[in-house]
């Protein structure tokens, strides 16, 4: 067992090693492996990496700090995906797509040099979470949209790292004649109806030889992290109004039949693995007591190991919402709208990415660790500051959180890795991390993580070894399990997209892709 002062504050929040590419894997319950031998000195490529990323310091921070000051919603990244594609341009990467498999704010981007030769490509996020809005202080303070909007889980950062990274790495290409092909996916919504399913249902990852990632967490560290599948359902009750008071009778009540269903899920509750998570809300549940609701509604998500589980699982509610209906008179309607694979660890990509990440030094100003210090005091939280070093390697890892970057682990190998941009202890998806995101701790964060993956991307396309071993981990993680897309095949555009982004047209490219005035 590994002894370290770190890990218990560790085991609070996230350590999202591998990545974790979803919000709030709780450490509490991984357990780091003994034997945490150091890595490997890093390759040629770190040092090569680190003066690409320095000479690009501008465009990268420019897009962390831009996309940061005008946080957006999932499906509404207007500006932010456009901050993304400016830069990209400019760098000289063409842009495939826009409007990608039916999302607005979703894009491809590629450069090519030479004919043949490997495909990398880069998994760039940048949408926000509602009500973590903040300034760049350490305490809860309005930001400059407000507090309906935040980088809580620090997209802006993991945006500006992986689009960062893919220019950093055609420069390097091109020092030192490189054949090959790099494509930035611009992933919109990754905290609702990620683009990556919808991009995943079309195969577009399916020609690369690897795709690379990171996420913000309390440390820097990665990790054969396993993520759980979802599926997300609205279900929605149909009944009769009548004057709850006069004929009550006459009426059929939507609002017990989704009472009902809710009593039913928790029934369900005691006899599903206690690797699942069912979790709902209700959405809507009448307008007035004295009228008797004739609809109502309740969003839903259900989590597990795989996509067989979550199934099973949501086979299980469709029967509960129609025994709810049967009992109250009432019609259930129930719509899956979303779902996603679990993440498929990939370990030669996780190590060597471990081994770039421990070469890139832990530096923190006293003025940072102020800064860490006092959200941790406003959060009554330990003021341990920042993590100062790296975790070792950690093993397998399987938590309750969920990504969209499971449907791409399907398809192609992936590799992800963490990097500290939080005060220790501190959860993802509050104030502080929108705090942190703001100011010099993001910075580094962005330019760091652009190091490790430029680096990383450079090492795949240069050797044959690499990208063998990251495709026969690939080939033994997922057998033969066939890749069928959660989404229906109904569905062209995410269910929550604004009215003014619904598509009108055959073309790819929305019908008004900005906001009205």
């Not at 009548?242 to 009550?248: D, M, T, V």
């Not at 590799?415 to 509050?430: D, K, R």
């Not at 993580?449 to 680096?455: F, H, K, Q, S």
């Not at 109904?490 to 003014?500: D, K, N």
Request: glycine share 10%; with cysteine.
């Amino acid at each position: 067992m590994i002894h370290d002062p770190l890990l218990p504050a560790a085991r609070r929040d996230v350590l999202l090693g591998a990545a974790a590419l979803a919000p709030g894997i709780a450490l509490a319950q991984a357990q780091a492996p003994a034997g945490g031998a150091a890595p490997a000195s890093p390759p040629p490529s770190a040092a090569a990496a680190a003066r690409a990323v320095e000479a690009l310091r501008d465009p990268v921070l420019r897009i962390s700090r831009e996309v940061w000051a005008n946080a957006e919603l999932s499906l509404a990244e207007v500006r932010s995906h456009a901050i993304h594609i400016r830069e990209l341009e400019a760098a000289g990467f063409r842009i495939t797509s826009r409007g990608t498999s039916g999302v607005p704010t979703a894009f491809v981007a590629e450069w090519s040099r030479g004919t043949g030769g490997p495909v990398i490509g880069y998994l760039t996020e940048y949408d926000a979470l509602p009500g973590l809005g903040n300034a760049a202080e350490p305490r809860q303070a309005p930001g400059p949209t407000g507090a309906a909007v935040g980088h809580g889980c620090g997209h802006n950062m993991l945006g500006a790292g992986c689009t960062g990274g893919a220019i950093a790495l055609k420069r390097m290409m091109e020092e030192a004649g490189t054949a090959g092909t790099v494509r930035v996916y611009g992933c919109a919504a990754e905290e609702m109806e990620g683009a990556k399913v919808y991009m995943a249902r079309e195969n577009l990852f399916a020609d690369l030889d690897a795709a690379l990632a990171w996420h913000p967490a309390p440390f820097a560290g990665a990790a054969l992290a396993r993520l759980n599948a979802t599926s997300k359902a609205k279900i929605a009750f149909r009944g009769r109004t009548a004057h709850a008071g006069f004929a009550p009778w006459e009426g059929r009540s939507a609002l017990k039949g989704a009472e009902l269903f809710g009593i039913g899920i928790q029934m369900m509750r005691e006899h599903i693995l206690p690797s699942a998570r069912v979790h709902y809300v209700y959405e809507q549940a009448g307008v007035a007591p004295n009228v008797v609701p004739d609809y109502a509604q309740i969003w839903i998500v259900l989590r597990d190991l795989d996509r067989p589980k979550v199934d099973s699982l949501v086979e299980w509610v469709r029967q509960i919402a129609e025994g709810a209906a049967t009992a109250t008179q009432t019609r259930a309607e129930v719509d899956v709208f979303f779902g996603t694979y679990d993440l498929l660890p990939n370990e030669p990509l996780a190590r060597h990415l471990y081994r770039h990440l421990t070469a890139v030094p832990i530096e923190w100003t006293a003025e940072e660790q102020d800064f860490a210090r006092a959200c941790q005091r406003a959060m009554n939280l330990p003021e341990a500051g920042m993590s100062p070093r790296h975790l070792p390697f950690l093993g397998e890892i399987a938590a309750g959180g969920s990504t969209d970057v499971g449907d791409v682990s399907y398809q192609v190998p992936v590799g992800v890795f963490a990097w500290p941009t939080l005060p220790l202890g501190v959860s993802l998806h509050t104030w502080a991390v929108t705090a942190c995101g703001g100011m010099s701790i993001g910075d580094k964060a962005s330019l760091n993580t652009a190091r490790v993956l430029a680096a990383a991307g450079f090492d795949l396309m240069t050797d044959a070894a690499l990208r063998e071993a990251a495709k026969a981990d690939f080939r033994t993680r997922r057998g033969d399990r066939p890749f069928i897309s959660p989404i229906p095949a109904s569905r062209r555009q995410p269910l929550g997209l604004p009215a003014f982004m619904v598509k009108t047209g055959d073309d790819e490219v929305a019908a008004a892709i900005h906001p009205p005035a």
